[in-house]
């Protein structure tokens, strides 16, 4: 292992470890007493299907149907199945098999659960959560699979090591953040009401102090949905774009994702809904955070000249700092 990949390895795991948590928040979402109810398969899954094509809404009514005919049993399935993941990428022995577990897990999720995020039955906002959390569980692991430095490559190396992968996720995340920018633009979107109605109906279930912050953002909302909808897919586009920029830029654009990413998650996904008791999963904020994070360009730390390789380097460093005259003595 190269010395870079040496300094590189710890940070990954710092990834992984951080990806672990937001499996066991998962877990432990899915032991809440409501998701043993038929209310879990009934409003949390059944609602995805209508609006989409029958390959989508066929098998979200069929894992509906089949959940709230044996909830109490698949539903500590699915929780065991989550702690499990992270359990799995806690240990660096199964990190692998972990990582492969939560991309076939958040797959089936984000068909049968999720209806593919809604993104084939009309327009869906990323500020509510499109195009799904499960999505973007499945780019992240990939991102973090071991040993594998998918965006050490710079941009215009194009015989660099890792050079592949390194424009495939830089793809990745132009494409994801470049489809924020669209669907923010499309017109149930754009509507002068659409922001308001959306944040305001969040208000539903959730404690008092999150009310008023529904509210409030409601209430800058009002007949600026229009106005706010572009600045959001001028934002969205920019930080897509960023990706292809020099460290400086991708910093700048990374840090943008990051401030979008909160105040998202704060006023568009209230945390998550995680107060309601009824949240499946901590939305799209916190991963949009970690994949940030994933996206962070490496700093490469230059190791300091071999004596050995080099010995005539070293057998001119005392000459350095002295005088003409000292120098031609020492010689």
């Known amino acids: 292992m190269s010395a ?14 951080a990806f672990g948590m937001i499996w066991l928040l998962d877990a432990a979402l ?25 390959w989508i809404a066929d098998p979200v009514r069929w894992s509906a149907h089949l959940a709230a005919t044996h909830v109490v049993a698949l539903n500590a399935a699915f929780a065991m199945t989550q702690l499990l993941i992270a359990l799995g990428l806690f240990t660096r022995a199964t990190v692998r098999l972990a990582l492969v577990g939560s991309v076939l897990w958040a797959l089936g999720v984000w068909w049968m659960g ?5 993104l084939l039955a009309g327009a869906q906002s990323p500020v509510m959560g ?3 959390a499960a999505v973007l569980y499945v780019l992240i692991s990939a991102l973090l699979w071991p040993g594998s430095d998918p965006l050490d490559a710079p941009v215009g190396a194009v015989a660099a090591p890792g050079r592949p992968r390194a424009l495939a996720a830089r793809l990745a995340w132009l494409a994801l953040w470049s489809g924020f920018a669209l669907e923010s633009l499309q017109a149930a979107n754009r509507s002068p009401s659409a922001l308001h109605d959306a944040v305001a109906g ?21 007949h600026r949905g ?13 930080v897509a774009l960023s990706v292809l920029g020099n460290t400086a830029v991708r910093r700048v654009g990374l840090t943008a994702a990051i401030v979008l990413a909160v ?5 568009g996904q209230n945390f998550g809904e995680i107060a309601t008791g009824s949240a499946t999963d901590p939305n799209t904020g916190p991963l949009l955070v970690l994949l940030a994070a994933v996206y962070w360009p490496i ?27 000292q120098a031609r003595c020492a010689v």
């Not at 870079?4 to 470890?17: K, S, T």
């Open 202 to 222: 969040m208000a539903a279930g959730e404690p008092r102090w999150l009310q008023a912050v529904d509210h409030g953002a409601a209430a800058v909302l009002a």
């Open 30 to 54: 899915q032991f809440q007493s409501y998701m043993f109810t038929p209310a879990f398969p009934h409003q949390v899954i059944a609602p995805v299907g209508p609006g989409n094509p029958g």
């Open 299 to 325: 700093v490469r730390r230059t190791a300091a000249p071999d004596a050995a390789a080099h010995p005539a380097a070293v057998d001119r460093q005392p000459m350095l700092g002295r005088t003409t005259e």
């Open 4 to 17: 870079a990949r040496d300094w590189l390895e710890p940070r990954r795991r710092v990834l992984q470890l």
């Open 130 to 132: 499109a195009p799904g």
């Open 114 to 118: 999720e209806g593919l995020g809604g």
């Open 226 to 238: 229009t106005e706010a909808s572009i600045a959001l897919a001028v934002a969205f586009g920019l």
């Open 263 to 267: 105040v998202i998650w704060v006023v």
